[in-house]
């Protein structure tokens, strides 16, 4: 009888430790064992994470599908994995997947909750999957259409993706907004139109704010229009924005829009549930101008508990190899 194991990464209280796990020694009929390649770091959220600051009425909302623990005390989390079937179904064996699992080595499940990555998507790209699906969201939310002149605020890896998949709808004029300039060049490779200073909007149809700075909500507000829709993708945690909600959101009829990527659209629910529309977001990756959102100097599992301790400002995904 075959026994597996696995490292995995946990965190507890801004500490991050790798443990050694068993895994069952047998497999259900529909379930697979996956080894993985790859996981990608969600900075954004898996920092807040990582620093105990879920608040106690997000716990629900905010848990990850295979998350094991328990927010701000001990807890295994992770959404990005990337891995190869070595036992089960002949359906899936050998095959490449993309998984929702947490950083860890080995693992065990359900093929109903695999998705195979086509041939045409490197293996690696598909790390971006799940920012992807946010962009998707939030373009559901926010319906923009021919003519919007649109702004992202922040050009990390979701504000990075939004823009893009922006920038690939005929007739929408974007420009993402970042004060680091050094984020310029990549945004020219990838064709879009990029300035420093929020001073530069004008006649904003949408803005997504995808900073994850909670001032931002304030500042952006001054420099709306009439009708102008507000999209946050930034989730802030615990921390607190104050909004100014007697003075511009209510004679500009600003319209606020809150896109979370755990429930989608009710509109798109005929046609799409979370697993189509993760292959809808794989399918969008079939382009090599996004590997440039993949930070080039992967880190093994062994670095994540010292990565997490320190400031990742890169702004990219960056990618755990195993």
């Not at 696995?6 to 991050?16: C, E, I, N, T």
């Not at 508990?305 to 990618?319: D, S």
């Amino acid at each position: 009888m075959d026994h597996y194991t696995a490292q995995s990464f946990w965190v507890s209280k801004k500490k991050g430790s790798i443990e050694t796990e068993s895994l069952k020694n047998t497999l259900d009929r529909d379930e697979l064992l996956i080894k993985t390649f790859y996981t990608g770091i969600s900075y954004g959220t898996e920092k807040i994470v990582f620093d105990s600051q879920v608040p106690s009425n997000q716990f629900k909302f905010m848990k990850a599908p295979h998350q094991e623990g328990s927010f701000n005390t001990r807890v295994k989390y992770g959404y990005l994995n990337v891995g190869k079937v070595i036992k089960g179904s002949k359906d899936f064996l050998d095959k490449m997947v993309y998984t929702m699992y947490p950083h860890q080595s080995k693992y065990i499940i359900d093929s109903s909750l695999v998705t195979v990555i086509p041939e045409t998507i490197p293996v690696r790209r598909a790390l971006l999957t799940a920012n992807m699906e946010t962009a998707i969201n939030a373009m559901w939310d926010s319906k923009p259409s021919i003519g919007d002149k649109v702004y992202v605020i922040g050009a990390g890896i979701v504000g990075l993706l939004m823009a893009y998949v922006l920038s690939k709808t005929f007739g929408i004029q974007i420009i993402i907004i970042d004060k680091d300039v050094k984020k310029r060049s990549l945004c020219n490779r990838l064709g879009i139109t990029f300035e420093d200073n929020t001073d530069n909007i004008k006649n904003a149809d949408i803005i997504y704010e995808c900073s994850g700075n909670i001032t931002a909500l304030e500042q952006i507000f001054d420099y709306t229009d009439l009708d102008t829709k507000v999209c946050v993708l930034s989730w802030y945690g615990k921390q607190q924005s104050k909004i100014n909600m007697g003075e511009n959101c209510f004679s500009r009829r600003l319209n606020i829009i809150f896109s979370q990527v755990g429930n989608m659209a009710s509109y798109k629910l005929r046609k799409f549930d979370n697993l189509k529309r993760r292959s809808l977001a794989l399918s969008m990756l079939d382009d090599n101008n996004l590997d440039l959102l993949l930070d080039s100097n992967e880190i093994t599992l062994k670095d994540l508990p010292n990565f997490f301790e320190e400031e990742y400002t890169k702004g990219l995904c960056k990618v755990v190899r195993y």
